[in-house]
Structure formats: structure tokens, C-alpha cells
């Protein structure tokens, strides 16, 4: 008994410290499995390349190895142009993003704050809303000529929108509560609106701003293929002409690279900016 | 003049000539401890908004120590039954909001005294997300008192708590009640808790005053004692009244 009763916090807290043991290690399991599964598919590509090297079922040269594309891609950094590209390009995708991206928290905060400007600016909205981005490249090349000025403007085009929406839903859906509290507790207007309002809708910018960061990529590809002399997207179009398809591979995997970098970069800010928030469904239940 | 005074007080929610409040008066002494007791639906949380100011009435006036209730203020503290902290600010940073709203430089040290009064010393860097609701609920009751209000009023605050939490948060409500010498407006559906707390009890039924009764037992009070039974009694007679199923 007095055994029992004396075990039996040790035994919680034992228990308690295997749980989150598990957890972490179901965390490495989950990170070698994506690990494999990538490794996997070089290797399978690898593998169909080599034969189809070997049986010559179609010419190799458009279906190269990853180890071509590798070597490609040494070259291309050997002799420059490859940081050159991956620096245009990711200038530009940053300005237009950023450019977007304040253009939507900002027209989003004024829309959310006076019924008239919403009711005079979200017609036209929905009205543009629909049509692909990419549409848009020569009108915005006539106006801004065939500058970076065209290029950046369609990637902040093409990241406005969704972030002007998740801004404004997220400053709508504030917790009334919350309001209502700081109102009790003395703050002015302003104040609820940038302690209160603008804090609980900022975790909804964020999430427009992932959704737009996928929609700025292909804004800055398709700019960069149709009037541009330098740049990742470039770099495809230029590869079209002489067949070379390791190019081509190189810059579609860079790409990939790139948007996955940004897209980490903007996960951190997240788990910095946001440390407040409980971590979802994954601390509720534990399975 | 008394502290806080309710006069002839009708609420609507826009369905026209049906009244969640009908022509409720009453009044409240200064430091004086009252339970609104009604049920779920009754129009509590409608009364309290009116007093907080977060709603008008379409007829009647209500004034706290001397001034006409027109918006809220921070004179008049409110705690929330789902206490409503911002998850975005750690404890400190919740019961400093009001001070230094007000641009109070002792924000701070007023909000870490308050703290330790609630029991969360060591608790100020800390999110309200990994609270239980009972701390939560208790730093809520900081916030609240953090500017100082003359008036604290209360909607269900521990509605949604457990049983062995709400048993200690009415304990810790009326040591906070005495040391800080508020006068609070409670609001709760049980029976118990407000014979358990309150000074007095006003019964709200269907949007009206239908009781206003002080309870006259020593505190501490014990839910056993045969006082408490009476008035526990009482209180269900008038609830229960037009219901079929009245236990006695
Ligand atoms: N904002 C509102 N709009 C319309 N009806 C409401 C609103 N708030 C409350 N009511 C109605 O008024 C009545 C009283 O509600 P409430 O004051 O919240 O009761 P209690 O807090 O006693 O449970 C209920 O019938 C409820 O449906
Ligand atoms: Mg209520």
C-alpha cells in the first residue's frame, strides 16, 4: 500500500517523460521516412535514365540522370551564372512579395475599417479575382515596359489578393470578447486596434501570405520565360532552344529549392511570432 | 444615492414588443457582495452587458456611484465566464493591459502585486494557453481589478470550471472580495454559489425581479449548516415554481 502510494507519482511522472520520449521519436521516424522517400526517387530516376541510356528507348539527352543534372548545375555555378540567376530571381520574387504583401495587409485594414471603401473597392476585386495572374504579363509589360518594374508588379499582383482576403478575415473574426475587454479596460479606439485587432488577425496574414507565396513563384517563372534575359525562368526558355534538358531540370529543382527555403523562412517567422498559440491537434490528443 | 442603481430597465432584441428585460430595478450598496440568480436564458449576461455598457437599453437608467451608464469604462471591471484574455500576451503582459492603457507607469508593479494576490506568482511569463481555466480564470479577475474599478462585475466566471475548481475559485473570489473591499454584481445559474457568496441574492425570472433576498449566515458558510438548507429552499421554490417537478 504505502509502496503503491509512494510509486505512484514517480510512476506519472515516468510515464509522462516516455510520452513526449515517443513523441519526439515518432518525429524522427516521420523525418527519415520523407528522408527515404526522396532518396528513393533520385535513385529510381537514376535507375530509368542509366537503362534508358543503356536500351536507348528515346535519345538520353531528354531524360539526363540527376547525376547530369548535377554536373550541370557544378558547371553553372563554376562559371557564374548560376548564382546570377538565383539572384535576379530571388530579388524580384522578394520585392514583389513584399511590395503584395503590404499592399494587401494595408488595403485589407482599410477595407475592414470603412464600409464605403470596401463597398467601392471589392467589386472590382471579385471581379479580377478569378483571372489568371498570368493574363495579365503583356498588359503589365506594355505599362511597365520590359523592365524588372513588369516582372515585380506581377508578382505583387499575384500576392495581394490572397492576403488582402486572409487580412480581412482575420480582422473580422476577432474574438468579440477580446474587444469587449480591452474596452473595460481603458483602451482608446486606436489602441484596441493595434493591440487587440491587428494582434489576434496577424496569424491570418501569415496564412495568406504562404497561400501567395506559392502564386508570387509562378508569377516570377512565367515573367521571367516571356521577357527577361537573366533569371531561373530564363534560364528554361533559353534551354528550349537548344534542347538541353539538364538545364531545364536544374532550374525546375532550384525553383523547388527556392520555394522551399521561402516557405521555411516564413514557417519560423510563424513559430517565433506565435510562440502564444497551442500547437493544434497534435498536443490535444495524444496518439 | 445608492452605489449602483437600476431603474425600470427594458431590453429588446429587435423582436418587437418581446422583452428579454422587463422593467428591472434594483439597487446595490458600496462594497456589497450580489448574486444574480437565474436560469440559463433568463437575461443575466443581457443585464450585466447593459451594466458594463457594452449595450443600451431601450427604456431605463442605471448609474454607478453617481454617473449614467452610457459606454463601457474602465471604472466598471468585467470577467468573462470564458475569461477572455488575449492569448497573444503572457499573464503579465494580460493584467498589464488596463494600467498601461491608461498610461499608468506603475503598470507593471501594480500587475505583478495583483498577480500574487490571484496565487500566480511566478506565472507572469507565461502564456494564457497553458493554463488551466481556473488560473485563467484568476488572472482574468487581475486583469479586471488591474485599473482599479469601483465596480466588479462577474458573468458566470466559473461556469466553466469543474467542481473541485469552482469549490476553491468561490473561496478565493470572496478572500479577494474582502481584501480588495469591491462591491461585485455575480452572476450565476447555481443556487449554491449564490447562497454561498452573495450579501444578497436577486433572483432574475423570465426578465424580472422576482426575488431580492439578503442572505443572513455568518461566513464561512457551510452548504451543510440549516440556514443554508433554507434558503437553498427558498431560492428553488421561486425557481422551480410553475415546473412540475419540484423536489420537497
Ligand atoms: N445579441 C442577441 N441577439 C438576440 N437575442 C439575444 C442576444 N443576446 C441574448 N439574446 C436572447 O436574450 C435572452 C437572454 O439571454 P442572456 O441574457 O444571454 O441570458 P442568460 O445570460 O441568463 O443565459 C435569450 O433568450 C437569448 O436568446
Ligand atoms: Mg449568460
Redesign the interface.
Known amino acids: 500500500m504505502i509502496d503503491e502510494l509512494t510509486k505512484g507519482p514517480i510512476q506519472a511522472v515516468a510515464k509522462k517523460s516516455m510520452a513526449s520520449g515517443k513523441r519526439v521519436n515518432r518525429k524522427n521516424h516521420s523525418k527519415f521516412i520523407q528522408a527515404l522517400s526522396l532518396i528513393v526517387f533520385l535513385i529510381l530516376w537514376q535507375f530509368f535514365s542509366a537503362i534508358n541510356a543503356h536500351f536507348i528507348w528515346f535519345n538520353p539527352q531528354f531524360f539526363p540522370s540527376p547525376m547530369i543534372v548535377l554536373h550541370t548545375t557544378w558547371d553553372y555555378l563554376l562559371d557564374g551564372t548560376l548564382i546570377q540567376a538565383i539572384g535576379a530571381s530571388v530579388i524580384r520574387v522578394l520585392l514583389g512579395f513584399a511590395f503584395g504583401s503590404l499592399v494587401g495587409v494595408l488595403l485589407g485594414i482599410m477595407m475592414s475599417q470603412s464600409r464605403l471603401s470596401n463597398d467601392l473597392i471589392s467589386p472590382v476585386l471579385n471581379m479580377l479575382g478569378p483571372i489568371p495572374v498570368f493574363a495579365f504579363l503583356p498588359i503589365f509589360m506594355i505599362w511597365f515596359g520590359i523592365s524588372e518594374l513588369s516582372k515585380v508588379m506581377l508578382i505583387a499582383y499575384a500576392t495581394f489578393l490572397p492576403v488582402l482576403t486572409y487580412t480581412m478575415d482575420g480582422i473580422k473574426n476577432v ?1 468579440p ?2 474587444i ?9 479606439r486606436y ?1 484596441i486596434f493595434t ?2 485587432i491587428l ?2 488577425a ?1 496569424p491570418n496574414v501569415f496564412v495568406g501570405m504562404r497561400i501567395s507565396l506559392a502564386l508570387a513563384f509562378g508569377a516570377l517563372i512565367v515573367a521571367e520565360m516571356m521577357g527577361s534575359s537573366e533569371g531561373l525562368g530564363f534560364i528554361i526558355v533559353n534551354a528550349r532552344n537548344w534542347f538541353k534538358l539538364d538545364d531545364m531540370f536544374m532550374s525546375c529543382m532550384l525553383i523547388g529549392l527556392l520555394y522551399t527555403l521561402f516557405n521555411y523562412i516564413l514557417l519560423f517567422l510563424e513559430s517565433v511570432l ?5 500547437d493544434g491537434i497534435q498536443s490535444a490528443v495524444e496518439r | 444615492m445608492p452605489f449602483v442603481n437600476v431603474r425600470n430597465l427594458f431590453k429588446s432584441y429587435g423582436d418587437a414588443g418581446k422583452y428579454v428585460l422587463n422593467d428591472v430595478s434594483f439597487e446595490i450598496n458600496e462594497n456589497e457582495f450580489v448574486c444574480v440568480l437565474g436560469h440559463s436564458g433568463c437575461g443575466k449576461s443581457t443585464l450585466l452587458n447593459l451594466l ?1 455598457g ?1 449595450i443600451k437599453p431601450d427604456k431605463g437608467e442605471i448609474s454607478v456611484n453617481g454617473q449614467f451608464v452610457s ?4 471604472q ?3 470577467v ?1 465566464q ?1 475569461h ?7 499573464i503579465l503582459d494580460n493584467v498589464a ?2 494600467p498601461k ?2 498610461k499608468n507607469k506603475d503598470a507593471y508593479r501594480i500587475s505583478k502585486r495583483l498577480i500574487k494576490m490571484v496565487d500566480l506568482e511566478g506565472y507572469e511569463k507565461v ?4 493554463l488551466s481555466g481556473g488560473m485563467a480564470q484568476r488572472v482574468g479577475i487581475a ?2 481589478l ?2 482599479n ?1 469601483q465596480l466588479l462585475l462577474m458573468d458566470e466566471p466559473l461556469g466553466a470550471l469543474d467542481a473541485m475548481t469552482r469549490e476553491k475559485m468561490r473561496i478565493e473570489i470572496l478572500r479577494i472580495w474582502k481584501e480588495t473591499k469591491k462591491t461585485i454584481l455575480f452572476i450565476t445559474h447555481s443556487i449554491a454559489e449564490a447562497v454561498y457568496l452573495a450579501d444578497r441574492v436577486i433572483v432574475l425570472k423570465e426578465g424580472s425581479v422576482c426575488l431580492d433576498e439578503k442572505i443572513e449566515i455568518e461566513r464561512p458558510r457551510s452548504v451543510h449548516a440549516p440556514q443554508f438548507m433554507d434558503y437553498t429552499k427558498k431560492f428553488e421554490k421561486v425557481l422551480f415554481e410553475h415546473d412540475e417537478l419540484v423536489l420537497d
Request: charged residues 20%.
Open positions: 474574438n470578447t477580446w469587449r475587454s480591452a474596452m473595460t479596460l481603458g483602451a482608446t489602441q493591440r487587440v494582434r489576434a496577424l506565435f510562440r502564444w498559440k497551442k | 458594463a457594452f459606454k463601457p469604462s474602465s466598471r471591471g468585467v468573462f470564458d477572455g484574455l488575449f492569448p497573444w500576451y503572457n493591459f488596463g492603457a491608461l502564456f494564457p494557453s497553458s486583469r479586471a488591474a485599473t474599478p
